[in-house]
């Protein structure tokens, strides 16, 4: 495994606005990819691995450019594609910062849209602990796309690909702007799949709390909310930014488009609703775990302290007799030892029924 280094985004301050410096984990041995697909109604072109010099926003209008950069760790060549797009310094700022709350910004020629990703690293495990998040920017030009993602490897973008080469739906008919709709379509539908796993995985801890043969670990509650919390941070905002995108009115979008944004808007809450009732349901499933062992400890504690409580007399009656006493009449007597043990057992049945009258057991 390559070592990783990462960046603190307090390693900025002091700088000027725009310096296009990488924040968060990075790996050194990455390569950045550069793919083009080129599209309309009649043909597409997909290329991989492709120069630098070979791309740039000179598109003929019967044409569509969807250009996707995988890896923003190397912020000299983000700034040269961002120099051959005109974009400004503070998106190119953004887009190197892979801890980035997701946004959406309107810079007139072009729109900016922040989003995290949301991908299943184990297909064979279960749980929120087999997905992880990556950083990725969306561009939308007149005509062309832009995306950067963190790694080069895999995305929730198969299903576009597939759709643009086999000219499934109405893809390839359209703008940029529904490629783009059709982008944020796929990282939004990709939350689905986590919160599936995670409503999924609450139930299974939920069902071992109940049970009072077998009790989850609380480290396993605890890191299942702390999953949710963190999912928490980079959903939530997705709502704000497909408003803004809905309300924008950027010639970039076409009012036929923003049907399909109002669509994904109702996805977002949607979403939104899913895991404020899981995070609920995190923070209930806590609470019954400690008042399910809370109870456990008392049932315990119960029975020892009636144990307890009856043995007292009896070890006050053994004590008595102990006592190395020379005059004690009942030593001598021939049914001293069977009567106490006699008495002994008529306390402690008699406590029991007291017990169990009053229901204290």
Known sequence: MAKRHARKRSEKAGMSPGSAIAVGKRQLSDKTWISTTRYNVDKIEELTDVPLDQIGPDVPPTENLWINVDGVHDPELVQRIGQKFNLHALSIEDIVNTQIRPKQEDYGSYLVVMLRMILRTDKKAKGAKCFSTE?????????WVITFQEQHSADVFEPIRTRLRGAMGKIRSCGADYLAYAIIDAIVDGYFEVLEELGEELEELESQVTNPESSPMLTEIHSTRNFGLFLRRYV???????????????????????????DVYDHAIEIMEMLEAYREMASGLMDLHLSAMSNRMNSVMMVLTTVTTIFMPLTFIAGVYGMNFTFMPELKWHYGYPSILLVMLSISLGMLVFFRRRRWI
């Open 236 to 262: 939530w905002p997705v709502r704000d930014v497909l408003a803004g995108i809905e309300r924008n009115e950027s010639p970039l979008i076409q009012k036929s488009t923003r049907i399909f944004l109002r």
């Open 135 to 143: 950083h990725v920017a969306i561009i939308l030009g007149q005509n």
